[in-house]
């Protein structure tokens, strides 16, 4: 396996942009019920709107769109067991934003997670972070225009190797 180098990033709430709704679209936090209901009798949905079933996340973000699911995002905290981060007492880890492609374009991307960032750190406090793989052509550039900053590099396999603890991570910066 060849390692990667994996980005740690922190939001930083004064460093987030104040990004609105975009016209037709409504945003649902803490959306998980909201979710499963969409999913009902179908099948055609990516893996990423299942990954409360697929490795047990329990909050997610949802953009919707005429009464239809655009995207979502989801977000893990302690004490969940993460692949790259060992999360500290009252740290989260959003996870994945996934659009469906025909809502795609539009913004959806960074103002659902900015929304849904904004929505956890109000509601749960804490430290939110995310992690890039250096690899991935979109997160690292999108996530430091959320309002996150990078506090830490990880080189590893993308399967196994150390993990970075949140709880080295003192300050916001």
Not at 60 to 70: L, M, S, T, V
Not at 151 to 161: C, D, E, F, K, Y
Request: hydrophobic residues 40%.
């Amino acid at each position: 396996l060849k390692p990667l180098r994996f980005h740690i990033y922190l939001v930083v709430e004064s460093e987030m942009p104040n990004l609105g709704v975009p016209d037709g679209f409504s945003f649902h936090a803490d959306a998980l019920e909201r979710l499963r209901k969409h999913r009902e009798g179908r099948n055609d949905l990516p893996n990423e709107f299942w990954r409360d079933q697929v490795n047990r996340a329990r909050n997610c973000w949802i953009a919707e769109h005429d009464g239809e699911i655009a995207a979502v995002s989801w977000t893990h905290s302690y004490p969940d067991k993460r692949p790259m981060l060992v999360l500290a007492p009252g740290d989260a880890e959003g996870t994945a934003t996934y659009v469906l492609p025909d809502f795609r374009g539009r913004g959806l991307f960074r103002s659902l997670s900015v929304f849904g960032s904004r929505r956890w750190l109000a509601k749960r406090g804490g430290r939110l972070f995310a992690v890039a793989a250096s690899s991935n052509p979109i997160s690292p550039l999108q996530i430091p225009r959320m309002g996150y900053v990078e506090v830490a590099t990880l080189h590893r396999p993308s399967l196994i190797g150390p993990k970075f603890h949140t709880a080295n991570v003192k300050t916001h910066q």
